[in-house]
């Protein structure tokens, strides 16, 4: 399952073993394939082809895992517990319990659409798993995006974080895998788990790693990577050095225009075949009209001078015309990650849903686990 990855040429190769997981799912249950240890894992990763340090980064062991156990529920609570994923979701929403403040934030949504670090956007036609940024200074940390076929687009469908020795994987459902195992999750409560955080608002699975790095899951497609502005980064992300112009760099540092030869140069192919999903799509007049819709929502609006939408409600036509899942409104879940970029920047706009009357925060959680790992029927 595990595989050497090359990074470098000639003299100043170097490698990272690198591991993936493959998910199999069986009837209701979903066993989950244990996450391998990289043993030492950054084996000599000087990175000198990317500029990095010419010491490698120390590697600590992974300390016993902590962890909280949830309070028992109460017949009061009126909530959801879905054992198999051991996530407990109130049918209340609760305030969000994590936002990024500021930093440099790249952002994996709809169809998938990427904007990186520096706030270059562009179509993600790939199907691979990929380096989506990682520490190109130290080595610290990685994370992986792992993006998948879906209908007329690809879709990113886990999202994979190395640091500090510790390798955590966020699938659909908001499940965790830890090495084959589901760690616990309830609204509301922050959790360790050897030096990561995490903590979910019912609606956004939020991780603490590294040097106050986050990864910001919704569960389903979208993700937002939040870094500080002085990182030196690398991968799908871009370079996090405030130039958008030099983001398309590639893993041995050439600079090309394609969107796609910049991606493939960051797959990872020891464990499936990479390629390019060739279809396209045509935005409807129905998709623009749907998307202006709500980007331009009074309730919105406030945003506008903070965050550009232009991008963004493009993105959402093209993740409008691409879906195929009944009852799932595209348009709200690319809404979504605007509204995530503007509570970034310091606006609230916690009421977003009802008041530009998108899908209940309920049945988006409905949605979201029954199109995760499948489920047992969990008791309500």
Same mark, same amino acid.
């Given at each position: 399952?595990?595989?050497?990855?090359?990074?470098?040429?000639?003299?100043?190769?170097?490698?990272?073993?690198?591991?993936?997981?493959?998910?199999?799912?069986?009837?209701?249950?979903?066993?989950?394939?244990?996450?391998?240890?990289?043993?030492? *894992?950054?084996?000599?990763?000087?990175?000198?082809?990317?500029?990095?340090?010419?010491?490698?980064?120390?590697?600590?062991?992974?300390?016993?895992?902590?962890? %909280?156990?949830?309070?028992?529920?109460?017949?009061?609570?009126?909530?959801?517990?879905?054992?198999?994923?051991?996530?407990?979701?109130?049918?209340?929403?609760?305030?969000?319990?994590?936002?990024?403040?500021?930093?440099?934030?790249?952002?994996?949504?709809?169809?998938?659409?990427?904007?990186?670090?520096?706030?270059?956007?562009?179509?993600?036609?790939?199907?691979?798993?990929?380096? +989506?940024?990682? *520490?190109?200074?130290?080595?610290?940390?990685?994370?992986?995006?792992?993006?998948?076929?879906?209908?007329?687009?690809?879709?990113?469908?886990?999202?994979?974080?190395?640091?500090?020795?510790?390798?955590?994987?966020?699938?659909?459902?908001?499940?965790?895998?830890?090495?084959?195992?589901?760690?616990?999750?309830?609204?509301?409560?922050?959790? %360790?788990?050897?030096? +990561?955080?995490?903590?979910?608002?019912?609606?956004?699975?939020?991780?603490?790693?590294?040097?106050?790095?986050?990864?910001?899951?919704?569960?389903?497609?979208?993700?937002?990577?939040?870094?500080?502005?002085?990182?030196?980064?690398?991968?799908?992300?871009?370079?996090?050095?405030?130039?958008?112009?030099?983001?398309?760099?590639?893993?041995?540092?050439?600079?090309?225009?394609?969107?796609?030869?910049?991606?493939?140069?960051?797959?990872?192919?020891?464990?499936?075949?990479?390629?390019?999903?060739? +279809?396209?799509?045509?935005?409807?007049?129905?998709?623009?009209?749907?998307?202006?819709?709500?980007?331009?929502?009074?309730?919105?609006?406030?945003?506008?001078?903070?965050?550009?939408?232009?991008?963004?409600?493009?993105?959402?036509?093209?993740?409008?015309?691409?879906?195929?899942?009944?009852?799932?409104?595209?348009?709200?879940?690319?809404? %979504?990650?605007?509204?995530?970029?503007?509570?970034?920047?310091?606006?609230?706009?916690?009421?977003?849903?009802?008041?530009?009357?998108?899908?209940?925060?309920?049945?988006?959680?409905?949605?979201?686990?029954?199109?995760?790992?499948?489920?047992?029927?969990?008791?309500?």
């Amino acid at each position: 399952m595990g595989g050497r990855e090359l990074i470098g040429e000639g003299n100043t190769l170097s490698y990272t073993v690198i591991y993936t997981v493959d998910l199999v799912c069986v009837g209701v249950h979903c066993p989950l394939a244990p996450v391998q240890k990289h043993d030492t *894992d950054i084996k000599q990763f000087r990175l000198s082809v990317l500029g990095g340090s010419t010491s490698p980064p120390t590697v600590t062991p992974t300390p016993t895992p902590r962890m %909280q156990t949830p309070e028992p529920l109460s017949s009061e609570d009126n909530g959801i517990l879905f054992s198999t994923t051991g996530i407990y979701i109130p049918t209340t929403p609760l305030p969000p319990t994590s936002r990024a403040d500021g930093g440099a934030v790249c952002q994996i949504m709809g169809d998938p659409m990427i904007s990186t670090f520096d706030n270059r956007w562009y179509k993600q036609d790939g199907v691979c798993t990929y380096v +989506m940024a990682m *520490d190109c200074r130290f080595a610290q940390w990685f994370v992986y995006g792992r993006f998948t076929q879906f209908g007329a687009a690809s879709s990113l469908e886990t999202v994979t974080v190395y640091s500090g020795g510790s390798v955590l994987e966020l699938q659909r459902g908001w499940i965790i895998n830890n090495n084959g195992e589901k760690l616990i999750i309830t609204v509301g409560k922050e959790y %360790q788990f050897a030096e +990561m955080t995490y903590q979910f608002d019912g609606e956004i699975l939020t991780l603490h790693f590294g040097q106050g790095n986050q990864i910001r899951w919704n569960g389903f497609n979208g993700a937002q990577i939040v870094t500080s502005p002085e990182s030196r980064t690398c991968g799908l992300c871009g370079n996090n050095n405030g130039e958008e112009g030099d983001d398309f760099t590639s893993r041995y540092r050439q600079r090309v225009d394609n969107a796609y030869l910049f991606a493939s140069s960051w797959g990872l192919r020891q464990s499936r075949t990479c390629f390019k999903n060739e +279809m396209e799509v045509e935005i409807t007049s129905e998709a623009e009209e749907a998307c202006s819709a709500l980007f331009f929502h009074p309730y919105i609006l406030r945003c506008h001078d903070t965050v550009p939408v232009t991008d963004y409600e493009l993105a959402c036509a093209r993740s409008y015309a691409t879906n195929t899942y009944e009852g799932w409104r595209a348009e709200c879940n690319m809404l %979504q990650s605007y509204v995530l970029q503007c509570e970034t920047r310091g606006l609230n706009l916690s009421k977003w849903r009802a008041r530009t009357q998108c899908t209940e925060l309920e049945e988006i959680q409905k949605f979201t686990i029954a199109n995760g790992c499948p489920q047992e029927n969990p008791p309500v």
